[in-house]
């Protein structure tokens, strides 16, 4: 296979990665050549955590932050400061990456909220809505839709997205003026001014055992070297369904799951992806932030 003038060699093109559905690793190579426009402008530039399966989802999957010595010198890495010292991470900004990375049973591709020129101060804004178990679509679609109005209110532009697990991702691209701290600051003023209207269903309880059967709030994503699942990605569980951004007017028959790579490929053919262009409505954060302080009760 010859992409971005390399030369691959797939291997294992059979073995089963998802048994229960009969998806092989030529199928996931398959995924992400299909996804590959779409996907790469969601990728480039940003550091890159994988969730590598060689032995298919049944098997232990691992996290990969560290770039592994054998890969191919032409897959870009950076030097990105870390609790531990450094790490050095993929970016993955070519289709000739992408296909490598699933070649080696890379099956999630989990990106940063930052860019690796400004690490520092991210470009996106990430709230996850995460359900307890047995809670309706119905009431997370509602919920995403209170974050929408939310954003809107404060100035930000809101996308959503599918994650392809068990919920939606509230998302808004930022100017990249405020540090972590205060994206961080600014979500949980979000998160905490929803759950206090709607207490019954709604929470920020950092603990489980203090949740209950209400949604999680989750804003741990905005922090330095914390990710979220980047559009397009296949995940690993049973379904082999695919993390999809979406219309907002789609939300109402949309689920969390709903997409798999073989709806994947015919909804690219035939829409474009709807946060093409988010950075067009980058907002700041600060300014943002000083908005919702002055939102009444």
Known sequence: MHINGHDLKLSKVEKELFP??????????????????????????????????????AGSGFFQKHAADYFPDWVRTETMKAKEGTVDYVVCDDEATLVYLANQAAIEFHVWLSTVDKPDHPDRLVIDLDPADGTPVALLRDVARRFRDLYVEVGLAPFVQATGGRGFHITAPLDRTADYDAVHDLAVGLAERLAAADPDHLTTAQRKAKRGDRVFLDCGRNRYAQTFVCPYSLRARPGAAVAAPLDWAELGRAAPDGQDPASMR??????????????????????????????GD
């Open 20 to 57: 229960a559905d009969h998806v092989s690793k030529g199928d996931l190579v398959g995924h992400y050549r299909a996804v590959a426009e779409a996907m790469l402008p969601h990728l480039a530039g940003r550091p890159l955590t994988l969730r590598r399966f060689p032995d298919g989802i």
């Open 266 to 295: 015919r909804r690219l053919a035939r829409k474009t992806d709807p946060w093409t262009g988010m950075d067009d409505h980058a907002a700041s954060a600060g300014e943002a932030h000083e908005r919702l302080l002055t939102l």
